[in-house]
């Protein structure tokens, strides 16, 4: 099941209390559709210029499958959001040099992968790009600095006791 998806619907339909609830649950997938533009925007933003990143978010929102999956009630405007947030935070954990954001990136791979298990293929080339950027960034005691950061991990993940708990 996907926890994250069932878990955001949920509290769609006790925050909005207009419409049907197919409706409430379109609105959630548009929403985390144009909140992972966003991030999309920022994360280009980062590495390049403004003017890229508008481009790049442009393209990517008015693409025919992005735009298709955006406008249904589907799982996968909240994928696209927690892979580019994954990408977003990589990026700056890295360029910060923050060991919060390392602690945060563990923490959205849990919820990201308590949503979808795609999220697996993302994990390879975050783990590649933190370990050749590590030398600058997380040089002391990095060891319990990756320790923390899956005890963030599981956090996250713990998000799927939600279909044990719900069902009693």
Same mark, same amino acid.
């Given at each position: 099941? /996907?926890?994250?998806?069932?878990?955001?619907?949920?509290? !769609?339909?006790?925050?909005?209390?207009?419409? #049907?609830? !197919?409706?409430?649950? &379109?609105?959630?997938? !548009?929403?985390?559709?144009?909140?992972?533009?966003?991030?999309?925007?920022?994360?280009?933003?980062?590495? +390049? @210029?403004? +003017? *890229?990143? *508008?481009?790049?978010?442009?393209? +990517? !929102?008015?693409?025919? #499958?992005?735009?298709?999956?955006?406008?249904?009630?589907?799982?996968?405007? =909240?994928?696209?959001? %927690?892979?580019?947030?994954?990408? %977003? =935070?990589?990026?700056?954990?890295?360029?910060?040099?923050?060991?919060?954001?390392?602690? =945060? =990136?563990? +923490?959205?791979?849990?919820?990201?992968? &308590?949503?979808?298990?795609? #999220?697996? %293929?993302?994990?390879?080339?975050?783990?590649?790009?933190?370990?050749? @950027?590590?030398?600058?960034?997380?040089?002391?005691?990095?060891?319990?600095?990756?320790?923390?950061?899956?005890?963030?991990? %599981?956090?996250?993940?713990?998000?799927?006791? /939600?279909?044990?708990?719900? &069902?009693?």
């Amino acid at each position: 099941g /996907y926890a994250g998806y069932c878990q955001l619907n949920r509290s !769609a339909h006790m925050v909005f209390p207009f419409g #049907t609830i !197919a409706m409430r649950s &379109s609105l959630v997938s !548009a929403l985390c559709s144009c909140l992972a533009v966003f991030v999309l925007y920022q994360l280009v933003i980062l590495s +390049f @210029s403004a +003017f *890229a990143g *508008a481009v790049t978010a442009l393209l +990517f !929102a008015v693409s025919f #499958t992005f735009w298709s999956q955006a406008n249904i009630q589907e799982v996968y405007g =909240l994928h696209i959001f %927690f892979i580019c947030l994954l990408l %977003f =935070l990589s990026v700056k954990a890295v360029q910060t040099r923050s060991v919060r954001m390392l602690y =945060l =990136l563990g +923490f959205v791979f849990g919820l990201s992968s &308590s949503h979808h298990l795609l #999220t697996v %293929f993302v994990v390879p080339g975050v783990v590649v790009f933190l370990y050749i @950027s590590e030398k600058a960034v997380y040089h002391k005691s990095r060891i319990r600095n990756y320790l923390v950061a899956v005890g963030f991990f %599981f956090l996250g993940l713990s998000s799927l006791m /939600y279909f044990p708990l719900r &069902s009693e």
